[in-house]
């Protein structure tokens, strides 16, 4: 049996979601970009444009991780999600804008407990594998 096919469906999910949420940053940055031919002071939107590019290709790259069944993609994706469940609370509270704030609070609480079910857990910790180590 391979490695690959062990990967619980939970890890591909919360990958998957963890990949479109970098994906949206990078989207973000490239309408950065466009709105910089419009600035007054491009060098200053462009470099937030490339900000966030990098951190969204971060992002992308622990959810495609995630996706293929890497396990270094876990910790990072769950990172992602605790520092937006922030963002999710400041944009339901103090912004006001509590629609907003509880779909990306449904969101990203929906990603958590995709990324710490237990299967999910049992195979971040390689338990089925030294288990499967020991019938052989």
Same mark, same amino acid.
């Given at each position: 049996?391979?490695?690959?096919s062990?990967?619980? %469906? +939970? $890890?591909?999910?919360a990958?998957? /979601? ?5 994906l !949206? ?6 309408a &950065? ?7 007054d002071?491009?060098g200053?939107?462009?470099g937030?444009a490339?900000y ?6 971060g ?9 293929l ?6 910790? %990072? +994706? $769950?990172?992602?999600?605790?520092? /937006? ?5 400041y !944009? ?6 509590q &629609?907003?704030?509880?779909?990306l609070?449904?969101y ?16 971040a ?8 180590e020991?019938?052989?």
């Open positions: 049996m391979t490695t690959q062990k990967v619980p %469906p +939970a $890890v591909r999910a990958g998957a /979601l963890t990949a479109a949420q970098g !949206t940053g990078l989207a973000f940055a490239v &950065l970009v466009v709105r910089s031919f419009s600035a002071k491009v200053e939107v462009l937030e490339a966030f590019a990098v951190l969204s290709s992002v992308l790259a622990a959810g495609v991780g995630l996706v069944g890497r396990h270094w993609g876990r910790t %990072p +994706a $769950v990172v992602v999600q605790l520092l /937006l469940l922030g963002v999710a609370w !944009t339901y509270g103090p912004s006001g804008q &629609l907003w704030g509880a779909l609070g449904a990203v609480v929906g990603t958590l407990v995709l990324l710490f079910t237990n299967p999910v857990r049992r195979w910790l390689g338990v089925d594998e030294d288990r499967d020991a019938d052989r």
